[in-house]
C-alpha cells in the first residue's frame, strides 16, 4: 500500500513560529502565559500545560498578574488588547503571524487617513476581532456573505479599504469585492489571503482525487482543518476526519492500495507522523 503524505500537512509558517516561541519561552524559564490557547490544538495546549503554561482567556486577568512573559498567538491581537498587555508588569512577545501584522498596519494607516475599512471574513474569528481593532476611525465592517456585501452602505465620496481574513477563500472574496464594486464605491483591495491556506486546499484535492481513503488530521475546533475535510469529502468518498491514531482504531481495516493524508495547520508533525506509522502497519 502507497501513503501519500501532502507536503503541505501541518503547521504553516505563522502557527510554528508561534508555538516554537512558546516551547523557547518555556526554556528560558519564569511563567509564561499565552493570549488565548496558542493553536486550536489540544494535544499541543495541555503538552504546554504541563510545562506550567497557562492560558489567559480574558483581558480582565492581566490585572491580577504581577510577573512573567505573556506570549501573543499567530492570530494577533487589537490595539487595546496590545496596550493593556504593554502597559502591564508583563514581558510581551508578540508571536502575531507578520502576515497578520501587515494587516493590523494597513487598517491602522488608512483609518487614520480617514478611509473607512471592510474586512471580508468570519465576524467571531479572533483574527478578525483583532483586525477591526486596529481602525482607529469608524468602526470597521466585516463582512462574511453576499447578504452582508448587498446590505452594505457607504457615503458617496467615502474611500474604502477592503481586506481578508488571511484564511478566506479566494473565490468567494473576490465575489463579495465584485458586489461592493458594482455599487459604485471606491475601494481600494488590498488581497491580504495567506497562499498557505490555498496551497493546503490545492494539494489535498489533489492527493484526494486520486486515492482509495483519504484522512484529514486536525483537531476538531480547527476551521481550516474542517474546510479540509469538505474539500477532500467531495473527492474521495472514504474520507475520515481524525484528531490523533486513536481516532483510526474503530476504522475496519481494509484493502487499500493508495492512502492519502493532510493536516490542519495547527496538527504538530508527531501527530501526523503517529497516524502516518498506525496506517503503514494495520491498513
Ligand atoms: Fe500566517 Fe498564513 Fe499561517 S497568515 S498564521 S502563515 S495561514
Given at each position: ?6 507536503k ?8 510554528k ?10 526554556e ?21 500545560e ?10 480582565d ?19 487595546g ?23 493590523h ?37 466585516v ?64 492527493i484526494a ?21 469538505e ?17 483510526l ?9 493508495r ?25
Open positions: 500500500m502507497e501513503i501519500v503524505l501532502a503541505t500537512a501541518g503547521f504553516c509558517f505563522g502557527v513560529r508561534a508555538v516554537d516561541t512558546v516551547y523557547s519561552e518555556v528560558s524559564g519564569g511563567k509564561i502565559y499565552t493570549f488565548g490557547p496558542i493553536i486550536h490544538n489540544k494535544e499541543v495546549v495541555s503538552d504546554l504541563k510545562k506550567g503554561v497557562t492560558v489567559i482567556k480574558d483581558i486577568m492581566i490585572d491580577q498578574l504581577s510577573e512573567g512573559t505573556v506570549i501573543i498567538r499567530s492570530h494577533g491581537v487589537s490595539k488588547v496590545m496596550t493593556v498587555l504593554e502597559n502591564s508588569p508583563l514581558k510581551v512577545v508578540d508571536a502575531t503571524c507578520p502576515f497578520v501584522k501587515k494587516i498596519r494597513i487598517v491602522e494607516e488608512d483609518s487614520t487617513k480617514g478611509k473607512r475599512i471592510v474586512v471580508i471574513g468570519s465576524k467571531n474569528h479572533p483574527e478578525v476581532m483583532a483586525i477591526t481593532g486596529w481602525c482607529t476611525g469608524l468602526p470597521a465592517t463582512i462574511e456573505n453576499e447578504d452582508e456585501a448587498n446590505d452594505f452602505r457607504a457615503g458617496d465620496n467615502e474611500q474604502i479599504t477592503v481586506v481578508s481574513q488571511t484564511t478566506f477563500r479566494l473565490a468567494k472574496f473576490k465575489e463579495l469585492v465584485e458586489i461592493l464594486r458594482q455599487k459604485g464605491y471606491n475601494v481600494d483591495v488590498v488581497n491580504t489571503i495567506c497562499s498557505a491556506t490555498a496551497e493546503r486546499q490545492e494539494e489535498a484535492r489533489s482525487s486520486t486515492v482509495d481513503m483519504m484522512i484529514v488530521i486536525g483537531d476538531s475546533k480547527s476551521s481550516n482543518t474542517q474546510k479540509l475535510y474539500i477532500c469529502s467531495h473527492e474521495c468518498k472514504r474520507t475520515l476526519y481524525v484528531q490523533t491514531k486513536d481516532d482504531v474503530k476504522e475496519p481495516l481494509g484493502s487499500l492500495r492512502v492519502g493524508i493532510t493536516a490542519g495547520a495547527s496538527t504538530p508533525k508527531n501527530i501526523i507522523e503517529e497516524v502516518q506509522n498506525y496506517v503503514r502497519i494495520n491498513f
